[in-house]
C-alpha cells in the first residue's frame, strides 16, 4: 500500500527536480525554473486571478461535459442496442469523428455567434461522438443471458437498467468519463483563445503574447492538478468499483 502511494509521490519529486537542474544549467527564458513558477503562483493567486480564470474554465468544463455525457450515451445505447440505427448512422459518427476540432469551434462562432452558448456546444459537440462509440461498444457488450434472467424474473424498464444493464456499462461509462474529461479540457482552452475574453486559455494566449513562459505554466499546470485530483479521488475510485464484480 505505502508503495503504491510513495512511488507517484517520488516519480514527482524527481520530475520536478529534473527540470530544475535543467533550468538551472541552460540558463534560459525559455524554461523557467519551479522557483520562478511558485513565485508568478503565489502572485496570481494572492492577485485573485488565477481562482478568476480557472474557474470560469471550470464551469466551460462541466456544462460541456454534462452535455456530451448526456447526448454521446443516448446515442452510444440507440446504436449499440438496435443493428438497423447503428448501419444508418455509423457513417454520421464516423464524419463526426474527423471534424477537426477547431473547424468545429469555428462554425459555432461564426453561427452562433462569439459567446457562452457557441463556446460549450463547440466542445460539446466535439465529444459527443467519443463518448457514443464508448458506450455503443458497451451496449454491444452486454451479456444476452442476463436478459434472459431479467425476463425470466419479470423485471423491466428501470429494475432491469438498474440491476443487469448499469452494472455491464459502467466501466464503459467511467472509461467515457475519463476521456471526455482529458479532452474537454483542452479543446475549452482553444475555445477561449479563439473567442473568449477570460479563461485559463485566454490567459494562456495573453501570456504567449507577452512572452511569460512562467505565467503559462501557471495556468496550465493549475487546470492540470485540478484534473489530476479529480482523475484521482474520483475516476479512479468509481472505476475500481465498477469492474469490481468482474474480478478486475
Known sequence: MFRHVL??????????ALWAILAALMQSRYLPAPTEVIAT??????SGALLFHVGITFLRVVGAFILAMTFGTVFGLTLGRNAKANLFFDPWLIFALNVPA???IIFCYLWIGLNEAAAITAVALNKIPNTAITIREGA??????LD???????????NKFR????????????AAVRNGLALIWKIVLIVELLGRSNGVGFQINLSFA???????????????GIVALIETFAIKPWEKRARAWRGA
Open 7 to 16: 512511488t507517484p509521490i517520488f516519480s514527482t519529486f524527481f520530475l520536478v
Open 148 to 158: 434472459d434472467v431479467a425476463r425470466i424474473f419479470r423485471k423491466s424498464g428501470w
Open 210 to 224: 507577452q512572452f511569460d513562459l512562467a505565467r503559462i505554466l501557471v495556468y496550465a499546470l493549475s487546470f492540470m
Open 41 to 46: 503562483f503565489a502572485s496570481e493567486l494572492s
Open 163 to 174: 440491476h443487469f444493464i448499469w452494472p455491464q456499462l459502467e466501466p464503459y461509462m467511467a
Open 140 to 145: 454491444r457488450a452486454l451479456d444476452p443471458a
Open 102 to 104: 477547431l473547424v468545429t
